[in-house]
């Protein structure tokens, strides 16, 4: 199994965070994060590409998903790829530049693509942190070097790089938080 998902109850938050953005999810997908693929179960393999960082992940991904295109970097996409849809699972925790990344990622987004974000609520850092130290998430030293913004902090961000907020909620009993934005063409 990966790493990300070393945690007890980790697979079943990445399913919940899955069922969260189903729905907003169209066309031609980037996931950024996509950790072991799980995403591309609901996307038809030519209209997917899965990114993540953790070698580990994607050779995970690759073995379960093997007609779906994973890559360990967005440079391997090229310039001129466009795409609907880019979903953010648990992702923006651990990028320090929040802005810097969404307005590149608008580079890759279609003019009427959506950004898709889900993150674990600011307001559950110290829980977050014990469950960790339980074993029932992903291990401690990852737990403890995240930044997790708040939904307000998230909007202001993508506000900042040029995005409209089209939805944002709470889910999971406010445990995560979903938001989900457009370029904003104006």
């Given at each position: 199994m990966t790493s990300h998902l070393s945690g007890i109850l980790s697979k079943f938050l990445r399913a919940k965070r899955i069922k969260a953005v189903k729905s907003f999810i169209y066309g031609d997908v980037l996931d950024l994060g996509c950790n072991s693929g799980d995403l591309s179960e609901f996307i038809m393999a030519q209209s997917y590409v899965g990114i993540d960082l953790d070698d580990q992940a994607l050779a995970f991904a690759k073995n379960k998903y093997p007609q779906y295109e994973f890559f360990n970097n967005l440079n391997c996409l090229g310039?001129?790829?466009k795409?609907?849809?880019i979903a953010m699972l648990a992702v923006i925790e651990y990028i320090k530049d929040r802005v810097f990344e969404y307005r590149k990622l608008r580079t890759y987004l279609r003019s009427n693509g959506i950004l898709i974000i889900t993150t674990p609520n600011s307001k559950m850092r110290y829980l977050r942190s014990l469950l960790a130290n339980l074993g029932l998430l992903a291990n401690k030293e990852r737990a403890q070097r995240i930044n997790l913004p708040?939904?307000?902090?998230i909007k202001n961000d993508l506000n900042e790089a040029g995005f409209r907020i089209m939805h944002s909620k709470s889910f999971?009993?406010?445990m995560n938080q979903l938001v989900v934005a457009e370029i904003n063409n104006d």
């Open positions: 310039n001129d790829i795409f609907d849809s708040s939904i307000e902090e999971l009993f406010g």
